[in-house]
């Protein structure tokens, strides 16, 4: 044979290289044969940095069921703040009185942002006010009443079913 030759003669099969260069099983992972009578194992390579969405779902899970008392916390406060507001924002059959106005005092408290009035009545006693309607400021809605007309106070949920003292929503002028 020629020197160059691409055969040569008594050169083994195996391969010079050990396995362990041609292939690292850092990063391949053994599978047993398709067919249980050989078990050759086969080496396939590990996906990295993939995850599926069942195990995406499984982590979100977990980090909910470990955070539950936090959640607990915020639905009980959202909850509780709710109904303060329905509490003293809503009238869900419209309760009302009429009532003559004799005298409106707007009333100042420590908070710059938050004015009331007291409203003396014949009928109905003090009547107290915190909102006003439509967007309107509190002051312009207060200097807005006169004396002596009769006015539908429609109640706040609290409040709806005191006869006297009791706190309103808004006011409607009757016109006579």
Not at 44 to 51: D, E, P, S, W
Not at 84 to 91: A, D, G, I, K, V
Not at 94 to 107: D, G, Q
């Amino acid at each position: 044979m020629k020197k160059n030759s691409p055969r040569k003669k008594n050169v083994s099969k195996k391969r010079n290289t050990p396995k362990k260069k041609s292939y690292p099983e850092v990063n391949y992972i053994t599978e047993t044969g398709a067919i249980k009578k050989t078990r050759k194992k086969r080496y396939t390579k590990k996906k990295k940095n993939k995850v599926g969405f069942k195990e995406y779902l499984r982590k979100k899970a977990k980090a909910a069921w470990d955070a539950r008392d936090v959640i607990i916390f915020v639905a009980v406060m959202l909850g509780f703040l709710a109904s303060l507001h329905f509490m003293t924002s809503y009238n869900p059959s419209n309760e009302s009185a009429i009532c003559t106005v004799t005298s409106v005092e707007i009333v100042e408290h420590e908070d710059p942002y938050w004015t009331s009035g007291e409203f003396e009545t014949e009928e109905c006693g003090i009547i107290k006010s915190s909102k006003s309607p439509d967007g309107i400021p509190i002051r312009k809605y207060l200097q807005n009443f006169e004396t002596g007309k009769k006015y539908r106070a429609y109640k706040s949920f609290d409040t709806r079913n005191d006869e006297f003292d009791f706190s309103v929503l808004r006011f409607e002028e009757i016109k006579e």
